[in-house]
């Protein structure tokens, strides 16, 4: 039973690493597409 | 928890402990993911125009995601099927790795966020198409279709063969004949491809109680069919050449591999008893799977790296 519980555990764990690393991986994105959709010239405009 | 109420099968210590990382990937059906981008990339690279790199990667994310989102729910809906049939009897959900709410909310939560994402990064007609190809699989094909008719995957399949249309909309903004025409050769290529497969298993999808045709109408008004569709696919996977989205190298190819679809549909329709018909049918379905992606990859070399092996003949313009 205290095997269960410790792969339970592990496997939860993991489970939230994973999570982890996709919504990282997801700021990244929206952050890069955002750039890209505004375009190069987004700075350089007149006030 | 969700966990511990699970109880679909024996498998009551992998339900407690939930599921690997590994498993909720499964969930995603890879394989038929890697398709249904690799035709969606096609209809993207052979839209008129160009698309910023990073946007068309995010598309094709979006609508990997999406199509694997489509795959979670059907597993998550079918896994009382999925448990009686030896080819599905080992994924996540029947054999109790994911309990089958987890299946529901990941592929509901994935399809919500993959439509939105392609809206926002590439627009809403793309991001439509993909909603609809998603609500067409699980609700038409999974809920309805599957249990209910032996055309199943005739009409079914209309979902599989959209990708194309939703990458060529993700870059124009549009749509027109020619991302039809892609839609067309998937949704005629999808039946001779899954009735292959179904004469192999037919004992199953009976035990199942899944009306695939060679259960309803029997084996060799399978083969019939798959005969007369493959009569309508060669000829049909010339089609792009003749209107133009396609040069020399892919009429040489269509016709070759059309041509060669046709002889193995012939096999299918000719061997009938023991293992001879197995190995026709087996041969045709492997061989399905690589037409589809040499069909595709010749249109993308084409289109993507400009090479077309010349002009078509002025015969196509008249």
């Known amino acids: 039973m205290q095997d ?42 007149p006030l | 928890m969700a966990e511990l109420a699970f109880s679909v099968t024996a498998g009551t210590v992998e339900a407690e402990t939930g599921g690997h990382v590994a498993d909720y990937f499964a969930l995603l059906k890879p394989r038929v993911m890697f398709l249904v981008v690799f035709t969606a990339l096609v209809g993207l690279v052979a839209a008129p125009g160009s698309m ?21 729910l059907n597993m998550w809906y079918d896994a009382d099927i999925d448990a009686a049939m030896a ?52 609700f038409v094909y999974t809920m309805w279709l599957k249990r209910t008719t032996p055309q199943n995957i005739v009409i079914g399949g209309a979902a599989g063969a959209v990708p194309p249309m939703i990458g060529w909309a993700a870059a124009t903004g549009g749509l027109s004949l020619e991302p039809f025409v892609l839609f067309l050769i998937i949704f005629i290529w ?28 029997g084996p060799d008004a399978t083969r019939l069919q798959i005969l007369i569709y493959s009569l309508i696919l060669a000829p049909l996977g010339m089609v792009p050449a003749v209107i133009g989205l396609g040069g020399m190298l892919y009429t040489v190819v269509a016709s070759v591999l059309g041509s060669l679809f046709v002889v193995m549909a012939s096999d ?11 190995r026709a049918a087996k041969n045709l379905f492997a061989y399905s799977v690589l037409y589809l992606f040499l069909l595709f990859a010749v249109l993308l070399v084409e289109q993507g790296f400009g090479i077309d092996g010349g002009a078509l003949p002025s015969l196509w313009a008249l």
């Open chain 1, 4 to 45: 269960a519980e410790k792969e339970r555990k592990r496997r939860q764990r993991m489970r939230s690493v994973a999570i982890a690393w996709i919504l990282g991986a997801l700021v990244v994105l929206f952050f890069i597409v955002t750039i890209v959709r505004l375009g190069g010239q987004v700075a350089v405009r």
């Open chain 2, 268 to 278: 299918c329709y000719r061997e009938r008893e023991g293992e001879a018909a197995d």
């Open chain 2, 190 to 217: 999808t039946p001779p491809h899954f009735w292959a497969l179904a004469l192999l298993r037919t004992r199953d999808y009976a035990k199942a109680g899944v009306p695939m045709l060679p259960v309803v109408a």
């Open chain 2, 87 to 138: 080819r599905t009897a080992a994924r996540p959900v029947p054999s109790g790795r994911v309990t089958p709410e987890e299946a529901r909310s990941f592929g509901a939560v994935l399809a919500l966020g993959s439509v939105i994402c392609l809206g926002l990064m590439a627009n809403w007609l793309a991001a439509a198409l993909l909603a609809l190809t998603i609500g067409f699989y699980v």
């Open chain 2, 52 to 72: 910023h790199p990073v946007l068309a990667i995010a598309s094709l994310l979006c609508i990997a995601v999406g199509a694997g989102a489509s795959g979670a």
